[in-house]
C-alpha cells in the first residue's frame, strides 16, 4: 500500500504543475505514467498530446475506461478536474487490477467493496470515491486531492524503491534447434 501511496502522490504533484498553467493531459491511463528511476522510485507523466490549454475544453477525447463522466456525457465544457477522474481510474486499477466500470457511470462501489475489506485500506477507498465523484464540481483537483488523509508521505517514506529488475526475465528464451 506504501508504493501505491507514493505513486498516487507523484501523480498527482506532477498533474499540479500543469494544471498550475492551465494545462490539462486528457487522456492520462497507466501506460502514461512511466518510471523515470527505479531507487528511489520517481514516475513522470509522458504523452501531453490531447493536452489542452484552451479553455473551455469541448471535444470528447480520452481513453473509454478511464474517461470522464462528464466528457462521456457530452457536457458542453470541462476542466482540469478530468485529469482527477483520469487518475482516479489509474489508481483504481492499481489496487484492484480493473479500471471503474462504465456500465452506469457509478464508481465502482462492488470494486471498492473489495478494496474495502481491511480497515487499514479505509482512507485508499474513501481517496477513490473522492477522486471518482462523478459530479465534477465535488471533485477535487489534484492539488486538492494532495491532501486527502490517504496521501500523507512521512519521513523515509520517499525512499522506497523497487526491487532490482531479474535480467533472466528480461530475456527472449532461446529458440535455436
Not at 491511463?29 to 469541448?58: C, G, H, Q, W, Y
Not at 477522474?85 to 464508481?107: A, I, Q, R, T, Y
Amino acid at each position: 500500500m506504501l508504493r501505491s501511496k507514493l505513486l498516487t502522490h507523484q501523480c498527482l504533484d506532477a498533474l499540479s504543475y500543469p494544471h498550475g498553467k492551465g494545462i490539462t493531459h486528457r487522456d492520462l491511463k497507466p501506460d502514461k505514467i512511466v518510471l523515470k528511476t527505479r531507487n528511489p522510485v520517481l514516475i513522470k507523466i509522458i504523452d501531453f498530446n490531447l493536452s489542452s490549454a484552451l479553455e473551455p475544453m469541448r471535444p470528447c477525447v480520452g481513453t473509454l475506461y478511464y474517461v470522464a463522466p462528464e466528457i462521456l456525457r457530452g457536457r458542453s465544457s470541462y476542466d482540469n478536474k478530468t485529469d482527477t477522474w483520469f487518475l482516479g481510474s489509474c489508481v483504481m486499477e492499481l489496487f484492484v487490477g480493473m479500471p471503474p466500470s462504465k456500465d452506469d457511470l457509478n464508481p465502482c462501489e462492488f470494486q471498492l467493496h473489495v478494496l474495502l475489506k481491511g480497515k487499514r485500506h479505509m482512507y485508499a477507498a474513501h481517496f477513490v470515491r473522492h477522486v471518482l465523484n462523478i459530479d465534477p464540481s465535488e471533485r477535487p483537483t489534484a492539488e486538492e486531492a494532495l491532501d486527502h488523509l490517504f496521501l500523507p508521505i512521512e519521513e523515509g517514506d520517499a525512499d522506497i524503491s523497487l526491487p532490482p529488475v531479474d535480467q533472466r526475465d528480461d530475456e527472449l528464451p532461446d529458440t535455436a534447434p
